[in-house]
Nanobody, 123 residues
Framework: QVQLVESGGGLVQAGGSLRLSCAASGSIFSINAMGWYRQLPGKQRERVATITSGSSTNYADSVKGRFTISRDNAKNTVNLQMDSLQPEDTAVYYC?????????????????WGQGTQVTVSS
């Protein structure tokens, strides 16, 4: 099994910064993409940022230029540096990894999720 543990959420004023971290542990063979989603109250989970195994990154338009995703393959961690935070960034943030696994029909990729961490930005 694979477990993801997040840390770094909290309360910050508008214009401030937070850094989220996510550590994967367990029976990890390798990790493909890693990233972050967020969920606002009453809304669907939305993708925030993704980083591939080759460290290519992709961001939601709403966070481009403000958020930076990074990963440490040796430690199986993914981080999200969030700068210039705004009240509309308030949400529960979830990390994920895409983990290749052996299935009865061959290789498959399973997505694992963290437990979520609350980020609140006050105006």
């Amino acid at each position: 099994q694979v477990q993801l543990v997040e840390s770094g959420g909290g309360l910050v004023q508008a214009g401030g910064s937070l850094r989220l971290s996510c550590a994967a542990s367990g029976s990890i063979f390798s990790i493909n993409a890693m990233g972050w989603y967020r969920q606002l109250p009453g809304k669907q989970r939305e993708r925030v940022a993704t980083i591939t195994s080759g460290s290519s990154t992709n961001y939601a338009d709403s966070v481009k230029g403000r958020f930076t995703i990074s990963r440490d393959n040796a430690k199986n961690t993914v981080n999200l540096q969030m700068d210039s935070l705004q009240p509309e960034d308030t949400a529960v943030y979830y990390c994920y990894i895409d983990h290749p696994e052996v299935a009865p029909t061959g290789w498959t990729v399973k997505k694992y999720w963290g437990q979520g961490t609350q980020v609140t930005v006050s105006s």
